[in-house]
């Protein structure tokens, strides 16, 4: 049993950066050779459109924005951050870690345990988890950045996993507060299927040799994904992840508000739905369609996108859900209580 | 279901558009419309209307449209 309950956690604020570039799947000329008819049909059935893919700019840039714009809106010192954590597959560096970068850009104080977690499709449930351990550790403040480039995992022109991935970064704070209201997660785990989605060059098992940039078979850092495996996966655990989750917590589905899942793809969503036996329309997947998968990015950047003004204003009860590289797969019940939450802000340039 | 109504409802998830008219002995493999799509498909359709859980691999190691009904158990 990997479930847990957390007082004194409180997320104070949302804010969420995308990038400018616009790709849509009806204008990707490779794609299954160009065959319109196939194409609608995966735009049916997956809500894949369009997406929005970084140039020179890293995840790391994007979670800046998103972490200024977050320290600005909440009139954050700098100096009371505790905890700087960075969720992402998609680092600056082999090394250091990516948070201490960004522990430099943001200014943030010597007193401040900076680290990384790779982790993406869950990696927002898994970021919340790790704040609330951290406040109930002694941190009072602790900002979280979660983000994703997975576009740069593809070589766009030959490989066909490309067209979903959408890139983002995301800023959440947690703060210490005694009347929080407790946060649930249950966090599964299965490294059976480690390379259902991989890329394998680039780490110590399959270093990167000189002659190895663009091979025959491809670009360096092409990720292969077992599409079938995957899916079988999320059938399979989501699901029953949700409903454990639920009963651990004493919460029965008509009293959660708005249930936001990780934006895998539109018919794997109406299948979760399904099962919990909610009505499709309550889990949205307008974020996939405009924005692609945005990976650990996608479950803030749906707040920010559709819930912005909601959680501004009202006290909420969200189930969140993610699930998917690892495997892995966690969920949360998280309450936001009229909370600052940007809009999905486009990125701009330094 | 009744076996024509199963049919049906397999020919709308391939969306076959073929000249030949699909019957319980088509060959599946055979087919260029029972992609990936249609598999995962058909494993949703085969959960959510008869409760039997296949896997995506068990269904690209079947033949016909008879084995999906022997699933199915219609």
């Known amino acids: 049993m990997v479930k847990f309950a957390f007082r004194n956690s409180k997320i104070a604020g949302i804010s969420t950066v995308i990038p400018n570039n616009e790709r849509c799947l009806l204008n990707e000329p490779n794609l299954y050779g160009g065959n319109k008819e196939k194409i609608n049909r995966v735009i049916n059935s997956s809500g894949f459109l369009k997406r929005r893919i970084t140039g020179k700019e890293t995840t790391s840039d994007l979670c800046l924005q998103a972490a200024n714009d977050l320290i600005k809106n909440l009139n954050l010192n700098i100096n009371e951050i505790d905890a700087l954590l960075f969720i992402s597959y998609t680092p600056d560096y082999l090394m250091p870690a990516t948070s201490y970068v960004l522990h430099k850009k943001l200014k943030l104080s010597q007193n401040c ?62 703060e210490y507060d005694k009347d929080a209201e407790k946060m649930f997660f249950n966090i599964n785990s299965d490294g059976n299927d480690f390379d259902a989605l991989i890329c394998e060059n680039g780490g110590f098992r399959n270093p990167v040799k000189k002659n190895d940039f663009y091979k025959d078979e491809g670009y360096i850092y092409n990720s292969r994904m077992d599409g079938g495996r995957i899916f079988d996966f999320t059938m399979n655990n989501v699901a029953p ?110 | 279901m009744k076996r024509e109504k199963f049919l049906e409802k397999i020919k709308d998830i391939l969306q076959y558009k073929g000249d030949k008219d699909l019957t319980y002995n088509s060959n599946l493999i055979d087919l260029d419309e029972w992609d990936s799509l249609s598999i995962i498909s058909t494993v949703a359709f085969l959960d959510s209307e008869f409760g039997k859980k296949v896997t995506v691999s068990d269904l690209q190691n079947i033949d016909t449209i008879e084995d999906l009904a022997r699933i199915a158990g219609v």
Request: charged share 20%; net charge neutral.
């Open chain 1, 113 to 174: 345990i900076c680290m990384d977690i790779p982790q993406a499709c869950s990696g927002y449930e898994l970021g919340l988890y790790q704040a609330a351990m951290l406040i109930n550790s002694g941190c009072k403040k602790v900002l979280l950045l979660v983000g994703d480039s997975f576009s740069k995992f593809s070589d766009m022109f030959k490989n066909n996993t490309a067209p979903v991935f959408g890139d983002a970064g995301s800023a959440t704070l947690i």
């Open chain 1, 241 to 350: 992840n949700i409903e454990d989750l639920l009963n651990y917590a004493r919460i029965s589905v008509s009293d959660i508000d708005e249930f936001v899942f990780h934006q895998a793809n539109k018919f794997i969503l109406e299948n979760i739905a399904r099962k919990l036996n909610i009505e499709p329309e309550r889990i949205s997947t307008k974020t996939l369609t405009n924005f692609g998968n945005q990976c650990g990015a996608s479950i803030p950047c749906t707040i920010s996108n559709i819930l912005s003004e909601k959680v501004a204003k009202q006290n909420l009860k969200c189930l969140l859900s993610g699930f998917g590289v690892g495997l892995s797969w966690a969920s949360a019940i998280v309450t936001f209580d009229k909370i600052y939450c940007s809009k999905l802000n486009n990125y701009k340039e330094e």
